[in-house]
């Protein structure tokens, strides 16, 4: 049922600001990088700095994905340590093996590496693809979200990866963060959608296209993980824009987080389930 517009209750709307979260109607709706706002969150000061274009700069503005792509080069630079490939090979060590994705020792309790896995990475190649990815989405998602809720999807993407691979090929070893970069690629295009930004939305769709396309041709790709992923930010992000349209109320934020955990949660679940 659609919300009244909080400064003119004769109007029903299914947008709420993306600040405060109280219903807007059109003539009230001011729209800003980060969605629609009400006229007074539009007009309060933001400390972000911005540049010449617009565009949001700065460690401040980023930085959950600065702090996800540093450590993923800190965990890489230890798995060379420990003997890894590194650079252009694949050679594992025993510290990948120890963490990596790898179902009979998920069923026997180790569930960390449902996580875990998630920043291991092959080989120079494959990291540095990944964090490519993750640095262009995540400098347009992260400040249209908030921090909070960026890290959420984030790590329900990557945990609903985990679930994906271990579904097509629980008995391989299976590493990377592409199921959480396939989440925040999907969340991107859906919430891009969402706020009406239609050529955004259509860069980023060709982009997970392309990727998909990937994944079903070339050798050494965890399909279930990039399809997972992209599932579950996919279904984190449906709940974002339901949220913003004002059909979760006024406490729109607790239950969008709640949405998130509950994909992370069922990701767990039915990964133990299928190891």
């Known amino acids: 049922m659609a919300e009244t517009c909080y400064r003119h209750p004769d109007r ?26 009400c006229p007074e969150c539009a007009s309060q000061r933001t ?102 809720r960026f890290l959420a999807l984030y790590f329900a993407s990557l945990l609903a990866g985990s679930l ?20 925040i690629a999907g969340a991107t295009f859906v919430i891009a959608r969402g706020r009406g930004m239609e050529a955004l939305a259509g860069q980023v769709g060709f982009l997970i296209v392309f990727n998909l396309i990937f994944s079903f041709t070339a050798r050494n790709i965890s399909v279930g993980a990039h399809v997972g992923g992209l599932i579950g930010g996919v279904i984190c992000a449906l709940a974002i824009v339901a949220g913003e349209r004002g059909m979760f109320g006024r406490n729109r934020l607790p239950l969008e987080f709640a949405a998130m955990a509950l994909v992370a949660a069922v990701s767990v679940a039915m990964a133990i389930s299928v190891a």
């Open 12 to 37: 029903e709307t299914r947008v709420s600001c993306s600040s405060c979260g109280r219903p807007i109607c059109p003539d009230c709706m001011t729209p800003t990088p980060v969605g629609m706002r």
């Open 47 to 148: 400390r972000v700095v911005r540049n010449p274009t617009g565009t949001p700069t700065g460690f401040g503005a980023f930085p959950a994905t600065y702090v996800l792509i540093a450590i993923n080069v800190v965990v890489f630079l230890i798995e060379i340590a420990n003997g890894a490939g590194g650079l252009f090979n694949e050679q594992g060590s025993r510290f990948v093996a120890d963490f990596g994705l790898y179902g009979p020792s998920v069923a026997e309790g180790e569930w960390y590496r449902l996580l875990t896995s998630g920043f291991l990475h092959a080989n120079l190649i494959h990291i540095g693809f990944n964090m490519l990815l993750l640095f262009f989405l995540g400098r347009l998602l992260e400040p249209a979200l908030g921090t909070p």
């Open 164 to 183: 994906g691979a271990l579904i097509l090929e629980p008995n391989s070893l299976g590493i990377g963060a592409s199921g959480a970069i396939f989440g």
